[in-house]
């Protein structure tokens, strides 16, 4: 009897640990296939986030470059304030003036033929920038120094250093009404010599400046 318990004891635990096993066989597939559930459930979303982060990250990056081409714009503008370059702008006005004044009517009249209005404004240009004299060279002195200062700036705006929309709205009427008048002066310069002289100037005043801009925005 004592025996026959003892095969009955061990059979008991061989199924035991049999049924076990199929149990653990069976489970493995089981967490397998839960695993890949989550696998197919958050892969996706971590690409999401991966893809969002990227996102934010280059908008912020892009937004930090905008703001300093604003800055760099606005230091333009002070320093055409407060170096010396609206002086010499003005003085140019003021020798133009008394030209321009006599021959407001002739000019006033030609509103409706741009090109010819133009070429009137032109010839006031060169009118007080030649032939040389105290007066003239003076005046050359100081569209020199107001071409040196709208080359830069339009450089500076070409190479996305600056912000094109800023220096227009501070400059804008400025840099066109001066080419205006000393596109010929510019002309004169580069027959003498100065190859690009005037280049970067024509450029902002007939709007050909690069305003490259990242998802149109920057």
């Known amino acids: 009897m004592n025996q026959q318990q003892a095969e ?16 653990k066989d069976f489970a493995w597939p089981r967490v ?28 912020q990056y892009f937004q930090a470059q905008h703001e ?19 002086t010499a702008f003005d ?6 003036w008394p030209i321009y004044s006599e021959a407001a009517a002739e000019i006033d ?10 070429s009137m404004l032109a010839n006031i240009g060169e009118q007080v920038t ?35 929309a800023v220096l227009d709205t501070f400059l804008g009427n400025e840099v066109r009404s001066f080419w205006t008048y000393f596109s010929r002066y510019a002309a004169l310069k580069n027959s003498t010599g100065y190859s690009t002289y005037g280049y970067w100037t024509e450029r902002f005043a ?6 490259r801009k990242f998802l149109g925005a920057f």
């Open 8 to 23: 009955f004891e061990d059979q008991k635990k061989h199924n035991a640990s049999e049924e076990a096993g199929v149990d």
């Open 206 to 211: 007939t709007g050909q400046v690069a305003n």
């Open 68 to 86: 300093l081409r604003v800055d760099r714009s606005l230091e333009y503008v002070a320093e055409w304030n407060s170096a010396g370059y609206r």
């Open 130 to 164: 030649s032939p040389a004299t105290a007066a003239t060279r003076e005046a050359s002195r100081n569209a020199d120094q107001v071409f040196s200062f709208f080359e830069r700036a339009t450089l500076c705006a070409n190479e996305q250093l600056c912000d094109f």
């Open 32 to 59: 397998q296939r839960y695993s890949r559930g989550l696998d197919d459930i958050f892969a996706p979303l971590a690409k999401v986030v991966v893809f969002g982060t990227i996102v934010v990250g280059g908008y």
């Open 91 to 96: 003085k140019l006005n003021r020798v133009i």
């Open 109 to 118: 009249a030609l509103a409706g033929s741009p090109a010819q209005r133009n």
